[in-house]
């Protein structure tokens, strides 16, 4: 099962990503588990300073932009 | 009988909820079943359109100044400066690299260093606002410290690409240009005064390693000057104002105006197919249409210029890749910002009507709080900006309105520098990044410094 984890402080941009990502887990058929973060000090501790990002499984997978759902469905499989 | 239960409980908590039956958790029933937020929206509405002051001349007429500025705003600004602006900040998110900037931003940079390049970076790493906020964080917590964030926090907001250019062209080229050099000098200012005044205190560094971004491929520098220099030549060329006089340089190159767009285009769409793996075809067909719409309609260079934009979003359409990524952050800014935009011009329409003109504020109030360049009113315009929320660019239909209300110039560049950066929202994150002490010293500083612009600028 995949831990997914949005990193962001809530506009849009996290928003498209956290779609964009539940999207890719579907279309890569893989269980996952989706969470997002808004705290900016929690959003720190994964050592991250421009979000939106996507962490999955703990290590950070890309920041700063919104991964297109093809992008993240590689990352998946 | 209807159920005044609250949804979602089971049988037996009724039950037991109603063998603890009080007023108040009566009260809470009803509440939850009744859908009292859908009622009072719906009663709000009802008492908004009862007493709908249409009729008085007042109201009316400020209806129709937010109406006539939108009109403004889509016909002399929208395709010629928004549009170009959009691919430009796009562009800057796509092909330049981040990381590269994000390095003197660390932990180890040489400090003078780190405030330079902070007080620049705003242009390159923040355009959203929603993005400086954890960019403060992380430079405060695990990069270069507390002076180099604040200098960042203070100047990215006023320098992002699309500021700069929507302030140029609406509010005019000085004010345009003092915003941007204020912001970046003055931010250098605010970093230093706090990190001088909390220089004895141990900054907390958080424990994880700064997960850098992944360098790109290395595109040669002379490539994307070349390339952003095409882009800007055309954004600039496009919007070249009509001078007074009908001799010298600025006049020469109004009469060219759309020959020189046409030439930075051309250059523009020979970088994009030699250095940016366009796809002839494309930028052929973009072309094409380009010059049979100017053909066309040559005593209307919106209808070519548009056009060109269409053939450039053509060409960006590819399944990946850098152009992909070009494309989608421009559609991208476009969704976020037009709305906010469009929300913020008539906002500022009805409230202070379009210059020489008044909306529902009569211009003797604006002109007796911020008019002129007094200390007061440069103080106020600076306090007022620090407090009030400006979703991105809205500040500059709000500031064109205050002007043409009877802001002066000095207490105009007060809001423009303090409002941006600050909003009574950011205040509370900023408060839990860097604590209410902290805060407090920042936000002082910041609506100081803007004043004192402001004076210094309203003077000259």
């Known amino acids: 099962m995949k831990k997914l984890a949005i990193l962001g402080t809530g506009c849009a941009k996290c928003v498209q990503l956290a779609h964009n990502a539940e999207e890719a887990a579907k279309a890569a058929g893989v269980a996952y588990e989706l969470e997002k973060v808004t705290d900016i000090n929690q959003i720190l501790s994964y050592g991250v300073m421009t979000t939106p990002a996507l962490v999955i499984d703990g290590k950070v997978a890309s920041m700063g932009k919104v991964l297109p759902v093809d992008d993240i469905k590689k990352m998946l499989s | ?460």
């Open chain 2, 1 to 460: 009988m209807s159920d005044f239960s609250p949804p979602g409980t089971t049988a037996e908590e009724r039950v037991a909820a109603a063998g603890r039956m009080n007023p108040v958790t009566a009260l809470r029933g009803i509440f939850a079943a009744i859908e009292w937020k859908a009622f009072a929206a719906i009663l709000a509405i009802f008492l908004a359109a009862f007493y709908l002051p249409v009729g008085t001349p007042r109201f009316d007429n400020a209806v129709m100044e937010s109406l006539h500025l939108v009109k403004w705003y889509a016909r002399e600004h929208v395709v010629l400066c928004l549009v170009p602006a959009f691919f430009i900040a796009g562009a800057i998110g796509a092909f330049v690299s981040q990381a590269s900037v994000m390095k003197y931003l660390g932990p180890r940079a040489p400090k003078p260093l780190a405030y330079g390049v902070a007080s620049l970076s705003g242009t390159v790493l923040a355009v959203c606002s929603c993005t400086i906020l954890p960019l403060f964080a992380g430079i405060y917590r695990m990069g270069a410290g507390l002076g180099p964030a604040a200098t960042f926090l203070y100047s990215g907001p006023a320098i992002n690409v699309l500021a700069i250019i929507l302030t140029a062209r609406i509010l005019g080229v000085e004010l345009g240009v003092a915003r941007s050099v204020g912001a970046v000098v003055f931010s250098i200012f605010v970093g230093l005064l706090m990190h001088l005044i909390y220089w004895r205190e141990e900054q907390r560094k958080v424990e994880a390693a700064l997960a850098m971004p992944e360098p790109p491929e290395t595109r040669p520098l002379y490539q994307v000057i070349v390339y952003f220099a095409a882009m800007v030549a055309i954004l600039v060329f496009a919007n070249w104002g009509k001078p007074d006089s009908t001799t010298g340089l600025w006049h020469a190159i109004y009469s060219a105006k759309w020959l020189l767009t046409a030439a930075a285009a051309a250059v523009f769409a020979v970088t994009l197919v030699l250095w940016y793996g366009a796809r002839l075809g494309k930028v052929v067909a973009g072309a094409a249409l380009t010059i049979a719409a100017a053909v066309a309609y040559p005593h209307e260079p919106m209808v070519p210029f548009l056009a060109g934009t269409l053939g450039l979003a053509f060409v960006t359409m590819e399944p990946d890749g850098d152009l992909a990524e070009w494309g989608r952050l421009t559609w991208g800014y476009a969704k976020q910002i037009i709305p906010l935009l469009l929300g913020g011009v008539l906002v500022a329409g009805l409230l202070l009507g379009r210059p020489g003109h008044e909306g529902l504020i009569p211009n003797a109030w604006v002109e007796g709080a911020v008019g002129g360049n007094s200390l007061v009113a440069n103080f106020f315009a600076s306090i007022a900006g620090a407090f009030m929320y400006f979703a991105t660019l809205t500040e500059v239909p709000i500031m064109q309105g205050l002007m043409g209300s009877g802001m002066g110039k000095g207490p105009a560049l007060a809001l423009l520098l303090a409002g941006p950066a600050l909003s009574l929202p950011s205040m509370l994150v900023l408060r839990s990044i860097m604590g209410t002490r902290k805060t407090i010293v920042f936000v002082s500083l910041v609506v100081v410094l803007s004043t004192v612009c402001g004076l210094i600028f309203g003077n000259t």
